[in-house]
């Protein structure tokens, strides 16, 4: 793990704007440290270009404008952190040992470089030494046809694979056997697609970017732009000019909704102004926003009682609510008997401010709600997304023109990587027609998510991991667990760019086959190959490589999954490596078996690609009744948080996880959190004055954390600096992945199945480990 923090860092409040001078700043500083070649920084302008390539770093989509320059400093910096010079070579670990390697922090782990070629682990020596791609491609079909049961091979997959490679991927897996198709969504955004299907039949969101130009208010639910969606701050700065209601509601007031200067505006830029995001803060304590979401909806009721007493315009959209929806009455019976002081209680916001919100909400002539891991990672997060939904729905603000759902995406391609077929939990429809499209007879039984194949590893049952992507390691939770589930395989393969953590927790026999990033040149039977992707407005669109492949010894993802499909499975049935030489052919595979992709090859060569229909877009419910269908939840008080406070009272507090602005999910590049006031460390834990003062604590004292948990296992993470921060009482924030040993693995949400990474109950003692610093300079 982490060494801790050495005493160089400080803490002092954000005063610019988002964005602006600062990113710029910072952009060329990461492109100077990560030694970029000189032709490579022409590919930072192709970012997002119509003929250039889809950025690898966040899902929000681009403006297919061409006189845009759609450039982002945190783009640039996962653009730079591909594009690197720095190499991991067969020298590289013939120099070094596994145990070495796992003394290094994981922003040294990055800072390598890119991986050069395919290697196997040989425990005589503990060190990761070359092997010829063939015989990898042997050894992971050896170890997969020796299992018997195929329900014992896993196969991860991290939202960055195309749409080519990650479809590929999963009719190898289902034809091999199984469904055990753990991804990064089932950390993510898991209760957004599983909540969404139940209120409106599809489990993606229902705008496009034009509808923020429609847009007059719009509320932005536990989400921070500036660092993890930097270019939709520049959407929300236009809807900012044209007056919009901007509404952020966030424990943290974020610096980055606060003020935003836009690169892409010179005068902004050269005249040292910004422009004001966000109109209002709502600050509800951690998962208070199921309470708070359920008050809105409560009082947009008593509004519309009043309305209908006074004989004036209805609030709610009684047309709306006839024609299109199912469940209102049990619902709103729910609401009104719903108590404003548990409301209150449960959300952390007064009930003014719950009235406020509901005034916006209804001024609002067209409403978007956009939402992220604030919303996701909580026991109750299905609950919520249903709740959010029957909000829209009472003034139908879905599907139509500047009003809907927008749940935002985090890895460029996870809404892709689902649509293709990347899903422990397929309908039997999707099975059906995969089946009869390649004449075979798919698994039929649900497979594993990442909670229940970490489970099934423990056990034993699990023996082969393979990871498209993605640092399983430490983007899971129960860290220690996890790492035991993994050294108990027999074999683990990853496919990936940089060398992190994941590869030195392996198994028995472990593989690093190194591919192409989205960047790179992907040259396949002479010609350069176009791969896809879907952003999180549903935009398909194709995306050429740019640079020079970091190592002649590279393969692209797709090339690995078919080679590993040839060696396994032989190409009887499907010609693999066909497939591979020609990316088009793939698209025509998509285009037989998933609905949405016909002329798939003609429609996205058009600039800007195509929407891929998402149903409830149109009104047009795909569910259970016809109809998008209200539904009424109780508040739970069963959390882990309230069975903590019950045991030991308002000392516990709850923590919830986060991103710092200088990381990528468990890439860290740098450690700073600039918006924030956070410099030069990462182990930091923002807390509240009153709380300091309750605990017994001061700001710059440093601290260990345990779980409160009720399974006998100690869960802990030490030295953790103390910051005095704006954020709710009982609430406190530290970043991922270093806080991962604190969330137990048993720890998840309802129907979802995710990590509850923003709400774990934990205890703060004073550390018997402190960082050794003196109080940082507030
Ligand atoms: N630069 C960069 N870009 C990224 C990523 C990255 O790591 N770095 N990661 C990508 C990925 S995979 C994803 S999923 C997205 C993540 O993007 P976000 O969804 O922004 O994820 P987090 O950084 O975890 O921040 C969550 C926000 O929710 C707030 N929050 C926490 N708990 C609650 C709560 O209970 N209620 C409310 N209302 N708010 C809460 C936090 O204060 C924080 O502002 O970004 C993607 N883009
Ligand atoms: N406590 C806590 N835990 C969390 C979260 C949290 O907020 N709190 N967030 C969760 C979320 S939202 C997510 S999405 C997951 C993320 O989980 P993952 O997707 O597994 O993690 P990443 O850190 O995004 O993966 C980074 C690695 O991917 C590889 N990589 C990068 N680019 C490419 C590429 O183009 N191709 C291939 N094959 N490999 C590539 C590199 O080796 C890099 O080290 O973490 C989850 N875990
Ligand atoms: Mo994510």
Redesign the pocket.
């Known amino acids: 793990m982490d060494k801790p923090t050495k005493p160089q860092g400080s803490i002092k409040p954000y005063h610019h704007p988002a964005a602006g001078w600062g990113a710029l700043k910072y952009v060329a500083i990461n492109l100077l440290k990560e030694k970029v070649p000189g032709g490579n920084y022409k590919t930072l302008f192709k970012q997002n270009q119509p003929d250039g390539f889809d950025c ?1 770093g966040c899902a929000w989509p681009d403006r297919q404008h061409a006189s845009t320059f759609e450039f982002c400093e945190n783009g640039v910096k996962a653009v730079a952190a ?1 594009a690197t010079g720095k190499r991991v070579t067969p020298a590289f670990f013939a120099g070094h040992t596994v145990e070495a390697l796992m003394k290094q922090s994981d922003y040294e782990l990055e800072q390598h470089g890119r991986l050069t070629d395919p290697m196997v682990y040989n425990a005589r020596a503990d060190k990761y030494e070359p092997i010829a791609w063939d015989a990898a491609f042997a050894l992971i079909a050896r170890h997969l046809n020796g299992l018997g049961d195929p329900g014992r091979a896993a196969f991860y997959t ?4 195309s749409n080519e490679a990650a479809f590929l991927y999963q009719l190898f897996v289902r034809m091999y056997g199984t469904n055990n198709f753990p991804d ?1 969504s089932n ?2 955004h898991e209760a957004t697609s599983r909540g969404l299907p139940t209120t409106v039949g599809i489990g993606k969101g229902t705008v496009t970017l034009d509808d923020f130009e429609h847009a007059d208010t719009i509320l932005i639910f536990g989400q921070n732009p500036a660092t993890n969606h930097p270019r939709m701050l520049g959407e929300l700065r236009e809807c900012a000019k044209r007056g919009a209601a901007i509404v952020s509601i966030n424990p943290l007031r974020e610096r980055g909704l606060e003020r935003f200067a836009s690169p892409q505006h010179p005068v902004e830029m050269l005249t040292m102004s910004s422009t004001k995001i966000a109109t209002t803060f709502i600050q509800p304590k951690l998962g208070g926003d199921f309470a708070l979401i359920k008050g809105v909806a409560k009082r947009v009721l008593e509004l519309d009682d009043q309305a209908v007493a006074e004989g004036a315009e209805r609030v709610l959209d009684a047309a709306f609510i006839a024609e299109h929806t199912a469940g209102f009455d049990a619902f709103a019976a729910d609401l009104r008997a719903e108590s404003w002081p548990l409301l209150e209680e449960e959300s952390g916001v007064a009930r003014e401010d719950i009235e406020d919100l509901a005034r916006i909400y209804v001024n609002g002539k067209r409403v978007i709600s956009t939402w992220g ?1 604030g919303i996701t ?1 909580h026991k109750h997060s299905v609950q919520t997304v249903h709740m959010l939904s029957n909000l829209m729905m009472m003034r139908g603000n879905i599907g139509r023109e500047g009003a809907g759902l927008c749940p935002v995406r ?2 460029s391609n996870v809404q892709g990587n689902r649509t293709v077929g990347i899903e422990e939990k397929p309908t039997q429809a999707f099975l059906d027609r995969l089946g009869r499209a390649f004449d075979f007879e798919p698994p039929r039984e649900h497979g594993y998510d990442v909670v229940e194949t970490i489970e099934a590893m423990l056990e034993g049952h699990v023996k082969v991991f393979i990871g ?5 390691a430490m ?3 129960d860290t220690p667990r996890t790492w035991d589930a993994l050294r108990a395989c027999d074999l683990t393969v990853h ?4 060398l ?1 953590r994941s590869h030195l927790v392996r198994g028995k026999d472990a593989l690093i086959l190194p ?1 192409l ?2 960047t790179e040149i992907d040259m396949q039977g002479g010609l350069a190959q176009g791969v896809t992707v879907e952003d999180s407005m549903s935009m398909v669109h194709i995306s050429y490589g740019m640079n020079a492949p970091a190592s002649q010894n590279l393969m692209s ?1 797709t090339a690995i999954v078919a080679q590993i499909a040839h060696a396994t499975l032989g190409s009887g049935k499907v010609d693999w490596l066909g497939y591979a030489s020609d990316y088009a052919r793939v698209r025509d595979a998509i285009e037989r078996s998933i609905d949405g992709f016909a002329d798939y090859n003609a429609r996205v060569a058009q600039p800007g690609g195509f929407h891929l229909r998402v149903a409830s877009r149109e009104r047009d419910w795909k569910t259970s009744t016809g109809k998008a269908n209200f539904i009424a939840h109780r508040i739970g008080q069963d959390s882990p948080i309230h069975r903590a406070k019950r045991l030991h009272g308002e000392r516990v507090m709850t923590l919830m ?3 710092s602005h200088d990381q ?4 860290i590049y740098a450690l700073d959190d600039r918006y924030r006031g956070v410099f030069g460390q990462r182990r930091v834990v923002f807390i509240n004055a009153a709380d300091l003062r309750m605990l017994g604590f001061q700001h710059g004292d440093w601290v260990d954390m345990t779980t409160v948990w009720d399974d006998g296992i100690e869960r802990r993470a030490d030295s953790f600096l103390l910051v005095e921060y704006d954020i709710p009482r009982g609430c406190i924030g530290s970043y ?2 270093e ?2 040993p604190l ?1 137990p693995l048993a720890s998840v949400g309802d129907v979802s199945n995710t ?1 509850t ?1 923003k709400s774990i109950p934990v205890l703060l003692h004073k550390s018997a480990r402190p960082g050794g610093v003196a109080a940082p300079q507030a």
């Open positions: 690898p591909e991290s939202g960055r694979a990064c950390m993510c891991m990672q985090g890895h498209l992507g993605g640092n399983f983007a899971t939770p496919i990936t760019t940089k992190n591919t990033g989205r993802e996880t986060t991103r990528y999910n468990t890439t991922y992945p806080t991962n969330v990590p990474s």
